[in-house]
């Protein structure tokens, strides 16, 4: 089983940047994904970012590109979220989260799709976006 722990939430106003990081640990050799998810009071949880370990490709939410850079520790057990020009649709509980998933999950079916196959979550970081 994989360990997430995200860390790096808060308060911040509107227009402003935020950086999450999330250490996993147990990660394993083989073709997985790992990344961002958010869910929102009274909403689904949703896909931001997720990295495809074997070439290292990010797929993004149409929400969030241009806003949101995920990257990845030379370790290869940290993830960082670096999140600029918050929105007032932004806020909400950040869930790191991994997925031992054959690549070019996300091609053929899609980052939602990707979301319901996820094995292993965080507790999540809470992120306010208030004036």
């Known amino acids: 089983q994989v360990q997430l722990v995200e860390s790096g939430g808060g308060l911040v106003e509107p227009g402003g940047s935020l950086s999450l990081s999330c250490i996993a640990s147990?990660?394993?050799?083989?073709?997985?994904?790992i990344g961002w998810f958010r869910q929102a009071p009274g909403k689904e949880r949703e896909g931001v970012v997720v990295?495809?370990?074997?070439?290292?490709?990010?797929y993004y939410s149409d929400s969030v590109t241009g806003r949101l850079t995920m990257s990845r520790g030379n370790n290869g057990d940290t993830v960082y979220l670096p999140m600029k020009y918050l929105k007032p649709e932004d806020p909400a509980v950040y869930y790191c989260?991994?997925?031992?998933?054959?690549?070019?999950?996300?091609?053929?079916?899609?980052?939602?799709?990707?979301?319901?196959?996820?094995?292993?979550w965080g507790e999540g970081t809470r992120v306010t976006v208030s004036a």
């Open positions: 989260s991994f997925g031992a998933i054959r690549m070019g999950y996300v091609d053929d079916f899609g980052l939602e799709a990707l979301r319901k196959a996820m094995t292993d």
């Open positions: 147990g990660l394993p050799p083989d073709s997985y994904y």
């Open positions: 990295l495809q370990h074997n070439d290292g490709r990010t």
